[in-house]
């Protein structure tokens, strides 16, 4: 029996049916379908009108929405800038990249026709475009012959553009100018570079353009003193005409030709001259990069002249040293030199292994992560046992010399790994010393990676590996040799020619005339860097080809077929490699980017003063014409040839010392 308060006839109170109200006015149209209170099919509800508002629901809107059609170049103004210079430089690095059929100038090119495409791309494209210069090869006859200029026409109009347009000047950060035109006063030629640097406000590096310094005025060398943006920096010092005047009447040279331990000392710099050349440094707060390469005869004194310069550069990194001198640094020097990130110590005899034990026992010197000690003459085990535990931060380590570092009379190896470093993951050996058989140095290397000291190795490049010792600690290799290895001492032998007197020259240094068809000189090409010798890399990968190819005629697996009598009835020899499949090391003969197999892998200073590809004298070398963007074979149009073709010019990349 229901209860009597159920049973009472009488209108709802007024709460009830504000909330029933309110609960009709809240349904949508999906729950009155499904309401089992409606007598009326789904169908007859969507194709009834449109009830009012206080029946609860309204005609719901269409499923599919027309959208307003959009403006032209609606959609790309709203895309921000980031993505469109994301896009740019996209397009830089396809035709810069080294397998490119593309030059400089052809990239240059299609920045222009983006700049013009549309307004918002103009300033993006102008970044692109003025940020990294990179002016390659000779100008164009018809350049020159338009604005009646000799040489230097691209130069001239680079130069009214910033002087004319401060916004355009401040953009640029770098700057690759062409190689001297023939015939051209170098004088003149610095001046006209000097004069574009002196526009830029925000100029941070010149590349490519190297000049030696003999310590007199020189206008390009003042320009990029007042750069105070300036990051990196190459001196290539020669000796100045009171030191050539000094050698020339020095006869202790000549009496001391046949000694081969004598070691001439250059002329010392007059007072002026190294005060000059000190004050050169002295706005560059900003420089993170300093090479110094001394060719014969110069040299910087007093002996506190590079202490001196380092001081004024607080944010320096990056130190290369090349050929100095003993009068010019020397282990107390060292032992002076601030907190780098990259150290590259080069021909240096001024430097021993208990200086080189001293450094890197600083504090100072755990911060170096790449270290390069190329002829230093590293005589001590010890010493580069310490030089490897004591840098915490070493990545990458280079050692190139001829004789192999020795342990001391009086000390024993009882313990390996001898030589480890818990963060080393590439590391550069090379001491072609004895090319039958490995040295002690070798033996105790090795035997340190076989017993974990270097667990975070990844790449191992030993150029004179005579034993195969170090091909066998890291991870196969299906071959190794390259395509052009079976064939180079072949060609060799069919365009060799007679080889001039012997010099004293580094084995990368270039070998063509100074001249090319192109109207440039090239005069570092006539330097001479003397340096000892280095291992080659194509005879090392012959070498390792052929202990891989013995290694294939020993199998590493046996497979037997037996009969149904038990008996073998064949044999099969599986896996033939040499290495070890769980090593994480890869084998490297192959050399750096930029660096030559002639020089054992590693960039040297002649790669870095060299043409980089834009000499279109060495043979074998093709410049762009700007043809590669036309249609195949020969262009019928002449308009479409006239449109896509330039100069012929090489393709021209920058080298970073290693």
Known sequence: MRPAMYNRPGRPSSSTSSIASSVSANETFDAILASPASSRTSFESWNSNSRRIEYGWQRPAP??????????????????????????????????????TSCATCMMRDLCSVAISGRKFLRIARGALYEDIELIGADSHTQKKR???????????????????????????SLKAPALPQGVPLDLYQNLVASIIMACPNFEQLIGFYQNHDYSFNRLFHALSTRRKLKEMHWTLEASQFQRKHRLSNTAALQNSDDPNYREAPGDLLPQQSEDFLELHTDWEHLTTLSIHCLPGATLTPVSLIPDILS????????????????????????????????TLSHLPGVSSEGLSSFVRRPSSRSIRKLTLQHVDVDSLPALSQI???????????????????????EM????????????????????????HANI??????????????????????????????????????????????????????????????????????????????????????????????SNLSQSRLAAQSRLEAAWQTPRFVVNVMGDDGSVVESYGLAGFIGQIESKIRYCVTPDKGASDENGGLVDVSDVLGDGGENLRVEGREGCTGRWNTYSGNVVDKKDRERWWHTERGRWRPVALS
């Open 147 to 173: 604005y009646k200029l000799n040489f230097g026409s691209r130069l001239v109009l680079l130069r009214r553009s910033l002087r004319c347009n401060p916004e355009i000047a401040s953009m640029v950060h």
């Open 441 to 534: 140095a070798d033996s105790i290397l090795a035997r340190s990676v076989s017993a974990n000291g270097f667990p975070s190795l990844r790449i191992l490049r030993t150029p004179n590996d005579p034993e195969g010792i170090f091909q066998a600690l890291c991870k196969p290799m299906a071959t190794i040799e390259t395509a052009t290895d079976k064939f180079r001492g072949l060609i060799s032998k069919c365009t060799s020619r007679p080889s001039p007197p012997a010099t004293p020259t580094t084995p990368s240094t270039p070998k063509t005339p100074s001249k090319s068809p192109s109207g440039l000189s090239f005069p570092m090409e006539d330097q001479l860097f003397p340096s000892k010798a280095s």
């Open 63 to 100: 499923i599919k929405q027309y959208r307003r059609r959009r403006e032209p170049g609606e959609l790309f103004a709203a895309l921000p800038e980031e993505v469109l210079g994301l896009i740019l430089d996209e397009l830089k690095k396809l035709h810069l990249k080294p397998s490119s």
């Open 388 to 410: 490897l535990s004591n840098l915490t931060s070493l990545e990458t380590f280079a050692l190139v010399q001829s004789s192999a570092p020795i342990m001391p009379a009086n």
């Open 312 to 343: 004024r550069l607080p944010a320096l990194e990056n130190l290369h040293l090349s050929h100095l001198p003993f009068t010019a640094f020397n282990d107390a020097n060292l032992l002076s030199l601030p907190s780098l990130q990259t150290l």
């Open 413 to 436: 190896i009882w313990l390996f790994p001898y030589l480890a470093s818990p963060s080393l993951r590439k590391l550069h050996w090379d001491i072609p010393s004895n090319q039958s």
